[in-house]
């Protein structure tokens, strides 16, 4: 079974920067897709960005394409979200997923719940 931990989290001004980190150990499938979601205070889990295996093909919600930016490092099991220009809106905890299976970033915006591994979450909050 995968662990995936996000790091990176935390408190900015609106208009700053945060980098999220999230680092697979155990059964890390390395050879397929992962992505990053998010859940604002009251409302459901949402897609934020996914990227495919190689980390070649990537794929983001209107609401933060240009802003935000996602990458991986297989040799270190790593994904990353580079969030720019952030506003008050992207306020939630950010999760990270991985398909268990899959290596298309699809896999990851059409997949199931239950069909992806998840880690436990990090806050971000984003002051006025």
């Known amino acids: 079974q995968v662990q995936l931990v996000e790091s990176g989290g935390g408190l900015v001004q609106a208009g700053g920067s945060l980098r999220l980190s999230c680092t697979a150990s155990g059964r890390t499938f390395s050879g397929t897709s992962r992505g990053w979601f998010r859940q604002a205070p009251g409302k459901e889990r949402v897609f934020v960005a996914a990227i495919n295996w190689s980390g070649h093909a990537t794929y983001y919600t209107d609401a933060v394409q240009g802003r935000f930016t996602i990458s991986r490092d297989n040799a270190k099991n790593t994904m990353y979200l580079q969030m720019n220009s952030l506003k008050p809106e992207d306020t939630a905890v950010y999760y990270c997923?991985?398909?268990?299976?899959?290596?298309?970033?699809?896999?990851?915006?059409?997949?199931?719940?239950?069909?992806?591994?998840w880690g436990q979450g990090t806050q971000v909050t984003v002051s006025s």
């Open positions: 997923a991985a398909s268990r299976t899959g290596t298309s970033s699809s896999d990851i915006v059409q997949a199931p719940p239950n069909n992806l591994e």
